[in-house]
């Protein structure tokens, strides 16, 4: 903005102040652009790291899900033979 009033009251012609308005102008632009770049990739990269995160969690969430499923079918089982062992027991004491 400084430049722009700068330029503007410059002693210069006009066609050196619309030279140099045109080259701030096209710098601004390229700033910008730049600046949008830069923060797309930072996003991607963000998004990017969260997704795998995610991805990670769910898989630890999942394994131990499983592992937790596998300790209960063990439990049961145990329970059940100790139940048919009872009712073994019970069957031949009648």
Known sequence: MGTIVGLLYAPESGKETRKKLKKNA???K????AYAQETYDNATTKAETFKGTVSERLDNALASASD???????ALEYKL?????KNAAFSKNK
């Open 26 to 28: 096209i710098k601004a």
């Open 30 to 33: 390229d700033d910008a652009t």
């Open 68 to 74: 937790k499923a596998d300790d209960v079918i063990t």
């Open 81 to 85: 033979a100790q139940l048919k062992e």
